[in-house]
């Protein structure tokens, strides 16, 4: 069964500082989508970026990136400049191929901002 | 497009009580989503909606939690009867292709049973 975890429950980053958010997940599926949500205490959920498993190339989304490890099950997602608006639960997610549908969400990083 | 939107944003039940929430997604998303949130369990994906059939429901608690989209543009959740550990955040997810693109999400309905 497919799993995503997120091993650290809480990050602190200074404004404008870059910090780095982890995600693992695991799979025996080849093509597979993973996602990266924002959910800021308004707790409406925000899509932040995407990647498709056979693009090798990183996403980056302006001042997100993320940093895909395909062979190791590894989808980090890196915010450069660091805002106090980023500061939210950032949820990593697993999208399986169709037809058998599932869509996994990790357990969420908690992500705080230091002015 | 004014995204997906839920209503009603809070409610409060007395348990027993019949609970309904609503949802109308953006227009054009062929697939529908509803989510529970607890700090306990996360995210859950309770049911799935494509072309406004139901495809997978393997995630809907027992009998008491019911689903319909009789149309592309609205989508309600019902629990009957409604019990305190039905207490949560739940929202509603809209998406193109099955959610290869990813969920656009409404703002949620936190749902208290007292």
């Known amino acids: 069964a497919q799993t995503v975890t997120q091993s650290q429950p809480e990050m602190s980053v200074q404004e404008a500082e870059t910090v780095t958010l982890s995600c693992t997940y695991d799979?025996?599926?080849?093509?597979?989508?993973l996602f990266w949500y924002k959910q800021p205490p308004s707790r409406q959920m925000i899509l932040v970026i995407r990647?498709?498993?056979?693009?090798?190339q990183n996403a980056t989304e302006n001042r997100f990136s993320v940093n895909f490890q395909k062979a190791a099950k590894s989808f980090s997602l890196k915010i450069s400049d660091s805002q106090l608006g980023d500061a939210a639960m950032y949820f990593c997610?697993?999208?399986?191929?169709?037809?058998?549908?599932?869509?996994?969400f990790g357990t969420g990083t908690r992500l705080k901002v230091l002015a | 497009d004014a995204g997906v939107i839920q209503s009603p944003r809070h409610e409060v039940t007395e348990m027993g009580q019949e609970v309904t929430l609503r949802c109308k997604p953006i227009?054009?998303?062929?697939?529908l989503f509803w989510y529970r949130q607890t700090m306990m369990r996360g995210l859950e994906l309770l049911i799935y909606?494509?072309?406004?059939?139901?495809?997978?429901d393997s995630g809907m608690p027992e009998d008491r939690f019911s689903a319909k989209m009789p149309n592309a543009s609205f989508s309600t959740l019902k629990i009957q009867p409604s019990e305190p550990r039905d207490s949560a955040v739940y929202f509603c997810?809209?998406?193109?292709?099955?959610?290869?693109?990813?969920?656009?999400f409404g703002s949620g309905t936190r749902l208290t049973v007292v």
């Open positions: 909606f494509n072309n406004n059939v139901p495809i997978d």
């Open positions: 227009s054009g998303h062929n697939s």
């Open positions: 990647q498709e498993a056979y693009k090798q």
């Open positions: 997610a697993y999208r399986s191929p169709l037809p058998a549908y599932k869509y996994i």
């Open positions: 799979t025996s599926e080849s093509d597979y989508y």
């Open positions: 997810a809209s998406s193109r292709d099955s959610g290869s693109y990813g969920y656009t």
